[in-house]
């Protein structure tokens, strides 16, 4: 890997090399953390989990090949060399940062409370219609996530789409400074992580600190329909460009028009006076910001307005993010990957565009602080007041959440304690011709309902 020598890992992390000193030369192939992926020459950090210490795994990755090991415990006289450092995790930052560093690429750093993924998505759509792109997979964005992200550059790569995510204060800066992006992007200040945040305050203090790391002559772009975001001013003297509906905005859609499931279509406005009618074809409210964010970035890094428009039509469907599944007997809005009380409303917003009887499948929302019992009720009378047929509330707060909604006039709600409580019922509930929303936080695991109702 380009400039990954043990010499210059070592300076990095700010360790001690302990080993032969003729390797100190030598080039890793590759940075793991999961000792099952070691390969020949990799370097292996040894970073401890929550149930394990990820130290009594170096013997096998010895075995496996690595060239050398980062560890926080001193391992004394070994017959492999390994690199003590302070703090394995801190040392994984420090190596990607190395790494980051040795490529002459933009880099495009994404946070914000709500849509973070999907904006990564709809972004790295339009930027390669002209670059070759590299981004995060899944929702690799946190201490971890991104430097395993980074450790997959190469020189191939011309853009760097970068996912960053936060629910601690002094996270984002961690993140930043390995990143170094050109272009900073904010999706919203929404109501996420509150438990550690304590107010959206909080929230947009943190998220903004990204900007301290921008690299000079970078471009901040945000949600100008946020009302927190659109009253930034200037950051480090680069005055913020803002995306949305309102006339605050740069980069504005018009003529938005609804196409159920199958989308929406508008028309998008450039700052240079240049605008383009687009369908962008995942359903919701929100894909319409994404798509401007993606445009935003795309006009920032030179594309052209045909270019931007072929990447937001040609946006791909990601499992448990906002994806239409069709069976014979029903469809299916596979959107379980995560949830908050924005992400939720937003859902149910879709599900509400939908043709037939409409059926939410929501799960618990986690960290949500000492309000949890009370977002939870909310999001139930939004679904009662937004013509939601059934909802079914799987586990923790989300029975709360169920009985609100069965408060509606016409919407009839369901509680199952457990996930495994639901897909013995699911049979009984589930009828032909039925739209099925399935939304909860990650820890809920609705995944498994999503692949039975595809069944079904």
């Not at 003529?255 to 240049?274: E, H, W």
């Not at 072929?310 to 946006?315: F, Y």
Request: proline residues 3%; glycine residues 10%.
């Amino acid at each position: 890997m380009k400039n990954l020598t043990l010499r210059n890992i070592t300076t990095a992390c700010q360790g001690t090399y302990h080993g032969d000193e003729a390797l100190l030369d030598r080039e890793v192939s590759d940075v793991v953390i999961d000792s099952r992926k070691v390969e020949k020459d990799a370097l292996f950090v040894a970073i401890d989990g929550e149930r394990f210490n990820a130290h009594q795994f170096i013997p096998d990755t010895i075995e496996k090949g690595a060239l050398c090991v980062v560890s926080h415990e001193d391992l004394g006289e070994t017959d492999f060399p390994y690199i003590l450092v302070e703090s394995t995790g801190q040392a994984l930052l420090d190596i990607a940062k190395l790494y980051r560093d040795s490529f002459d690429i933009k880099v495009v750093g994404i946070t914000g409370s709500v849509g973070k993924t999907s904006t990564k998505e709809m972004i790295a759509s339009v930027v390669s219609q002209k670059y070759r792109v590299h981004k995060n997979q899944g929702n690799l964005n946190n201490e971890w996530g991104l430097p395993l992200t980074i450790f997959g550059m190469d020189e191939s790569h011309q853009v760097a789409v970068l996912e960053m995510g936060v629910n601690h204060f002094g996270e984002m800066r961690r993140l930043s400074s390995v990143a170094s992006p050109d272009i900073c992007v904010i999706t919203n200040i929404g109501i996420a992580h509150l438990e550690f945040f304590k107010t959206r305050e909080g929230i947009l203090q943190e998220k903004s600190q990204m900007i301290q790391d921008m690299k000079a002559g970078g471009s901040i772009l945000l949600n100008g329909d946020d009302d927190l975001l659109s009253q930034m001013g200037p950051v480090k003297g680069v005055t913020p460009s803002f995306f949305g509906l309102g006339e605050n905005c740069a980069f504005r859609a018009k003529n938005i028009k609804t196409m159920g499931l199958a989308g929406t279509s508008c028309t998008i406005f450039l700052p240079d006076g240049s605008s383009f009618d687009c369908v962008i074809p995942l359903p919701g409210a929100h894909m319409v910001s994404n798509a401007l964010a993606g445009a935003a970035v795309g006009f920032s890094l030179g594309l052209t307005p045909e270019e931007i428009k072929a990447g937001i039509e040609n946006l791909p469907s990601m499992p448990g993010r906002n994806n239409i599944i069709k069976t014979d007997r029903i469809i299916i809005l596979d959107d379980c990957y995560n949830a908050n009380p924005i992400s939720m409303k937003a859902a149910i917003d879709v599900l509400d565009m939908a043709v037939g009887r409409k059926v939410a499948i929501l799960g618990n929302m986690g960290e949500l602080g000492d309000n949890a019992q009370e977002l939870h009720r909310e999001v139930g009378e939004y679904a009662a007041a937004h013509n939601i047929d059934l909802v079914c509330g799987i586990s923790g707060f989300a029975k709360d959440l169920a009985e609100a909604a069965g408060k509606g006039a016409s919407t009839k709600a369901l509680w199952f304690e457990t996930k495994a409580d639901f897909l013995a019922a699911m049979n009984d509930i589930i009828k032909d011709g039925d739209n099925v929303l399935v939304k909860a936080s990650h820890g809920v695991a609705l995944s498994e309902v999503v692949e039975e109702l595809a069944k079904f």
